[in-house]
C-alpha cells in the first residue's frame, strides 16, 4: 500500500515482547526502546513492494479519501451502535 520494503519482525510473541521490552526500558535493562529492540528483536527476509499493486492501491485510495468525508459521520454512528 506505501510502496516500502517491508520486513517483518520473526518472534512468534510480539505483544508479550512488546511489554517485556517496555518494562526492561522502565526499570533500566535498557536505556531506551530503541536499544531494547536492537538487543531483541529479530527481522525476517525483506519483501519488495509490487508496483502493479501500488497503482492499483492508488486508484482506491483516491476514491476513499474523496468519500470519507462525506461518509465520515455515518462511520462514528456506526461504531456506537456495538
Known amino acids: 500500500v506505501f510502496g ?3 520486513q517483518r519482525s520473526i518472534l ?3 505483544a508479550s515482547v512488546g ?3 517496555i518494562a526492561g ?3 533500566g535493562v535498557y536505556r531506551d526502546l530503541a536499544e ?4 531483541t528483536v529479530q527481522y525476517g527476509d525483506i519483501t519488495e513492494p509490487n508496483a502493479a499493486n501500488r497503482a492499483r492501491y492508488d486508484v482506491l485510495y483516491a ?4 468519500l470519507y468525508p462525506r ?3 455515518d462511520f462514528h454512528r456506526l461504531a456506537e451502535g456495538w
Open 12 to 14: 512468534k510473541e510480539q
Open 36 to 39: 531494547a529492540c536492537q538487543r
Open 4 to 6: 516500502l520494503p517491508l
Open 19 to 21: 511489554a517485556a521490552l
Open 25 to 27: 526500558v522502565g526499570v
Open 63 to 66: 476514491h476513499f479519501r474523496e
Open 71 to 73: 461518509l465520515k459521520g
